[in-house]
């Protein structure tokens, strides 16, 4: 099994790569969303319509991708600690990208939470809070892709 997870490390990377796109499409998208929400009317049609494109972004985009993610990324860690040694999981820019990983999800968590206010008609922050935190998930990104890339603080 761990054979196979080396042996077909480059596919796990892409499909991983592919994944986090999706994800990171609808963290980017979903606040917009509810920039817009924020203006509906509640009870009006463009309400009905946002609930239904929240939901359906929510559970048709963000959570699939975002466990097809988790699925590919524990795959890569597996391979890696095979490949190059477990030691890899304690370098600064292995601990910076986990630290990411674990802020995408928990702003996936308060997106999710947020569309269910939006659902039960509670919109418990402003247009200007959604406008501000918009692009919260692509700034981890950059972190997080440098510091792969350039594999910070490598030893």
Not at 22 to 44: E, F, K, N
């Amino acid at each position: 099994m761990i054979l196979w997870f080396v042996a077909h490390y480059d596919l796990m990377r892409g499909l991983h790569i592919l994944a986090v796109i999706a994800w990171m499409a609808g963290l980017l998208y979903l606040p917009r969303l509810y920039v817009y929400h924020c203006g509906a009317i509640a009870g009006g049609e463009l309400d009905a319509i946002l609930k239904i494109m929240e939901r359906r972004l929510l559970r048709g985009i963000i959570n699939p991708s975002m466990i097809i993610t988790l699925i590919f990324g524990l795959c890569l860690i597996v391979a890696d600690g095979n490949i190059r040694g477990w030691a890899f999981l304690l370098q600064p820019w292995m601990i910076t990208k986990l630290v990411g990983v674990a802020f995408l999800f928990a702003w996936h968590g308060y997106l999710a939470r947020a569309r269910k206010h939006f659902e039960d008609g509670i919109n418990i922050r402003p247009e200007k809070f959604w406008r501000a935190t918009n692009e919260l998930p692509f700034l981890a990104a950059i972190i997080m892709v440098i510091a792969v890339t350039t594999e910070f603080g490598r030893h």
